[in-house]
């Protein structure tokens, strides 16, 4: 079946203006810290870019690779590491940057991987929110967005590793077959 990017569901200009009220609030909360911002590959990549130079404060970033859907749509449940940090975390005060929130397994996973390496504080900021889909709970510090049960492409998100590049954020059309 053919897919494309369908209507915007968040236009440029108000994931823009997000990422600045969330890298605000980061630098308000994480004042004289250094914190250091993961992203988790590939996905967060672009909010990550844009992230970080909204925070007015100081931070280091590193990254981790995280096994994706492919060309599906459902999580198998099992998340696989691919990329490790290049940097100990010890101590640190740490945010884990993920694009979307579906299931909850994939940030289930990264804090319990996180949390064994003994960070001093360890927080998670996500773009997109689908909460209707959570099965496993898993607590958000900062949310860009709350949106409904659509599969997203675009600003970092893909489906089989396109679309990602689109400035905006769009519904896939037609929707993937689960
Ligand atoms: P979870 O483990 O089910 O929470 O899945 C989270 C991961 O699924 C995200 O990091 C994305 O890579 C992927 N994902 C979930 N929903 C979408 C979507 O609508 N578009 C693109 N990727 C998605
Ligand atoms: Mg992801």
Redesign the pocket.
Known sequence: MEHRAGRVLIPREEIAARTVDLGRALGRDFAGRNPLLVG?LK?AVIFLADLIRAIPAPIGIDFMGVS??GAT?R?SGA?RLTADLSVSIEGRDVIIV??????????GYLRRNFATRRPKSLSVCVLLD?IE?REVDVKLDYVGFVIPD????GYG???GGLYRSLPDIHVLEPPPRV
């Open positions: 988790v996905g994706s859907y749509t999580s998340v993920e694009d979307i929130v579906d299931s909850g397994r994939t940030l689908k889909r659509r599969f997203v492409v998100f893909d489906f």
